[in-house]
């Protein structure tokens, strides 16, 4: 289900955009695996805004997929339980 819902693409609807967002932001390690997040002051009061929006949306989507899975395994039991 997931590959097929747009919505649930969260990497091509939404990087380029927290990119953005977030770019001058990251600071890297060493080894260019682990990062924080820095910068000159807190995002700006539209950014904040634009990020919570997509935060949201993304968890929104999350809870939504899990619990369609959680029915799923449900009905799954039941039709194992009649065999």
Not at 67 to 82: A, K
């Amino acid at each position: 289900m997931e590959e097929e819902y747009g919505e649930q693409q969260f990497f091509v609807n939404y990087h380029r955009t927290v990119n953005r967002l977030l770019m001058g932001r990251l600071t890297f390690d060493a080894d260019g695996g682990n990062f924080a997040l820095a910068g000159p002051g807190p995002l700006p009061p539209a950014h904040q805004k634009e990020f919570s929006l997509i935060l949201r949306s993304i968890q929104q989507n999350r809870q939504f997929i899990l619990n369609y899975y959680g029915q799923l395994e449900t009905q799954i039991w039941e039709v194992m339980d009649m065999l």
